[in-house]
């Protein structure tokens, strides 16, 4: 397994933006594929983005598309997810996750951070 921390997350206004970063240790960190979920209160936990070990491939929600960039360092064995023109609907709280398989589903990865809270004010 590999452990993840997420930071980053904070309070902004609705159009502003927010970088989160996911360090990890454990596990090489460029054999993983890496993932952004989120939580918001009474909602089951979404598919925000994905990244592969190279790092040329990714995945993003619908909801996200456009606006949220994910990258990865694997020098740093970090993860990071570049948050633009933040609405009120993203207010949840983000985790980072690691798998073997470039997947929207979060049963299929297998390491989990304690997540951080982002939230939009209007």
């Known amino acids: 397994q590999v452990q993840l921390v997420e930071s980053g997350g904070g309070l902004v206004q609705a159009g502003g933006s927010l970088r989160l970063s996911c360090a990890a240790s454990g596990r090489t960190f460029s054999s993983i594929v890496m993932g952004w979920f989120r939580q918001a209160p009474g909602k089951e936990r979404e598919f925000v983005a994905a990244i592969i070990r190279a790092g040329y491939t990714t995945s993003y929600a619908d909801s996200v598309k456009g606006r949220f960039t994910i990258s990865r360092d694997n020098s740093k064995n970090t993860v990071y997810l570049q948050m633009n023109s933040l609405k009120l609907e993203d207010t949840a709280v983000y985790y980072c996750?690691?798998?073997?398989?470039?997947?929207?589903?979060?049963?299929?990865?297998?390491?989990w951070g304690q997540g951080t809270q982002v939230t939009v004010s209007s």
């Open positions: 996750a690691a798998g073997k398989f470039f997947s929207r589903d979060p049963t299929l990865y297998d390491s």
